[in-house]
C-alpha cells in the first residue's frame, strides 16, 4: 500500500482511496454529531448553497464556520463540544467548512472517500484494510496555500499511517503536536470565545467512536454517514 499526501491546493489531481483529514474542526464535529445520532451530512462548499439547500428541506439543520467563526443563520457552530448535550437523533445536517469540506468537494476523482479526525482513526484504518487498495491518498486540509498551518491533520495522517503499517503510533508524541500547532493556541484564549478549549480536548479523544465516516455521491449531493 503506497500513501500519498496532499492539500487544499492540489487534492482535485487525486483519484482512488482518499482520506480527507480535519481535525480543527470540521471532521471531529461531524463525528460528534453522528455520535448524538444525526443520520446524514451533507457537505457542501458555500454559505450561500447552504442556505440554498435548506429552503428545500426546512427540517435540516445548518452547521459551520466562514474562517472558523460562526455563520449567522446556521443553527450550530463548527464546535463539536457545542453538540455533547444535543438529541440529534435521525436529524439530517448541512456542514460547510472553510476547510474539511472544501476538501471533500475539491476530490472529485475519488473512488472511495472518507471524512476524517483522531475520532475515527481506527475505525478509518480498518475499513481501508479491508479494501486493501494500492494507493490512499491523504488530503491535509490546515495546510493553507503558503505551506503554514495544518501541524494537526499532518499528525492524524501520519497517525492513520501508522496504523495501517502495523507499526504502534507514539499517541503521547501525537498529541503534543496537536496542542503545539499553529493554530491551536486559539483554544486556550478566553479572549476568542468561539474556539473554546473543550473543542480542542474532543478532538484530542483518540479513536472514541467505532464508525468510519464515508461520502457517497448523490447525483449533485455529497452524503457523509457513519458505517460500523
Not at 462548499?45 to 440554498?52: C, H, K, L, N, P
Not at 490512499?136 to 503554514?148: C, H, L, Q
Not at 479572549?191 to 447525483?219: K, N, S, W
Amino acid at each position: 500500500m503506497e500513501f500519498r499526501r496532499t492539500t487544499l491546493d492540489t487534492c482535485h489531481e487525486a483519484d482512488g482511496t482518499i482520506v480527507v483529514i480535519d481535525v480543527l474542526r470540521a471532521f471531529t464535529a461531524a463525528a460528534y454529531a453522528f455520535d448524538r445520532g444525526a443520520k446524514e451530512i451533507f457537505l457542501v462548499s458555500t454559505v450561500e448553497e447552504a442556505f440554498m439547500f435548506r429552503e428545500d428541506h426546512p427540517d435540516y439543520l445548518l452547521m459551520g464556520e466562514v474562517d472558523g467563526l460562526p455563520i449567522p443563520g446556521f443553527d450550530l457552530p463548527n464546535s463539536p463540544s457545542a453538540l455533547l448535550n444535543l438529541d440529534l437523533t435521525s436529524k439530517r445536517l448541512i456542514q460547510r467548512t472553510t476547510a474539511g469540506t472544501q476538501g471533500v468537494v475539491r476530490a472529485k476523482k475519488a473512488d472511495r472517500l472518507y471524512a476524517a479526525s483522531f475520532n475515527v482513526a481506527s475505525a478509518t484504518v480498518n475499513q481501508i484494510k479491508m479494501l486493501n487498495p494500492d494507493v490512499v491518498t491523504f488530503v491535509e486540509t490546515g495546510i493553507r496555500a503558503d505551506g503554514g498551518g495544518g501541524e494537526e491533520d499532518v499528525a492524524c495522517a501520519d497517525y492513520i499511517e501508522s496504523l495501517l503499517l502495523d507499526i504502534p503510533p507514539n499517541q503521547v508524541d501525537i498529541e503534543n503536536r496537536v496542542r503545539h500547532a499553529q493554530w491551536t493556541a486559539r483554544f486556550a484564549d478566553p479572549g476568542q470565545p468561539d474556539f473554546p478549549e473543550a473543542d480542542l480536548e474532543c478532538a484530542l479523544r483518540i479513536d472514541q467512536f467505532d464508525f468510519t465516516m464515508e461520502v457517497e455521491r448523490q447525483d449533485d449531493l455529497l452524503v457523509l454517514r457513519a458505517v460500523k
